[in-house]
């Protein structure tokens, strides 16, 4: 694997989660294949899941880490190309190739700014990034996209569902926030589980909050909550601004909100958040707190998400 931007990137979503599960049982079976290999962890936006699952599988495969917060520790960081750079000091091309030089791998997180559609969606920042950097890039999320956080999801789903064996419903339920949020953790959700059979996949969302149709064509989507959760195997609650009115919200509604009432719609679901989560915003206490909810689950898949991208570039590098 010569980077990690997309699902796009894995040649089989299967073999892929399988080998994450492997490596959850047996963490240290390549402990020592990351010998004087570095992978350098940069931050455009704030992070806990992403930054330290990232730490944890770098060291599982016996790498080393740097990481760098540009908003707090670094130069401010000009992104387009022929400014008077009077207001930053300095220039993504020097900033990303000067840090690829440092490390083996160059992991980094840069969200979207969700009031210029065409720049975000066409991945202008990150597309700078691949285009500059000398090494390997692993996308940490980005404008658009958060492709570790969907293969922690679907490999966290394969294991209640013996690896798909069993059929199920999958819901992806928009939920109530009181910020706008970028659509990457829906897109990519959306665009992984697309690429599994046996699962019925049911978007549902209030009007206007449809997701792109580059990564919701074709599937089915419903502004109806309660009829979206019947007989519902997984709910995998998220909140998104809207992306026809591109970084908007006007549905504060809190109906929408995910409530243990509305999980007794399901078929005893489990719930599902990539957290970090608003608690009696998002998410009523109950449903986070019951047996049912599988967040955490989630949170340490992220480090094997992590641990095998990583371990296919090494191995891409030797
Ligand atoms: N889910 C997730 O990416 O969490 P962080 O933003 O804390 O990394």
């Not at 089989?12 to 989660?17: A, C, E, G, L, N």
């Not at 404008?143 to 969907?150: E, I, K, M, N, V």
Request: charged share 20%.
């Amino acid at each position: 694997m010569k980077k990690f931007f997309s699902v796009e990137d894995v040649i089989s979503v299967y073999d892929i989660i399988k080998e994450a599960i492997f490596l959850k049982k047996n963490p240290y079976e390549f402990q020592h294949i990351g010998k004087n290999k570095t992978i350098g962890l940069v931050f455009f936006n704030p992070s806990l899941r992403t930054r330290i699952s990232c730490q944890k599988a770098a060291f599982n495969l016996g790498c080393n880490t740097w990481i760098l917060d540009i908003h707090k520790d670094s130069w401010k960081i000009e992104m387009n190309d022929g400014s008077v750079m009077k207001m930053t000091q300095e220039h993504i091309k020097e900033a990303i190739s000067v840090m690829s030089i440092y490390c083996d791998i160059l992991a980094v997180r840069t969200f979207p700014n969700l009031f210029d559609k065409n720049y975000d969606y066409k991945e202008v920042i990150f597309n700078k990034i691949l285009k500059y950097s000398r090494v390997p890039v692993v996308n940490m999320e980005s404008a658009t996209l958060h492709p570790l956080q969907s293969l922690a999801d679907v490999m966290t789903i394969a294991e209640y569902t013996s690896l798909f064996r069993k059929r199920c419903k999958v819901v992806l339920s928009w939920a109530p926030h009181i910020n706008p949020l970028p659509h990457s953790v829906a897109n990519s959700f959306s665009q992984w589980i697309s690429k599994i059979d046996k699962i019925d996949f049911t978007i549902t969302c209030p009007e206007r909050y449809d997701l792109h149709k580059k990564f919701s064509n074709g599937i089915y989507t419903t502004y109806n909550q309660n009829e979206a959760f019947i007989n519902a195997d997984f709910i995998y609650a998220k909140n998104w601004s809207s992306y026809l009115d591109y970084g908007k919200i006007f549905c504060t509604n809190y109906d929408w909100m995910i409530t243990e009432n509305k999980m007794k719609l399901t078929n005893k679901a489990k719930f599902m958040h990539c957290l970090p989560v608003r608690r009696n915003v998002v998410v009523e206490d109950a449903v986070l707190d019951s047996k049912y909810s599988i967040v955490l689950q989630q949170a340490e898949n992220r480090i094997y998400a992590s641990q095998i991208i990583f371990l296919k570039i090494i191995q891409s590098l030797l």
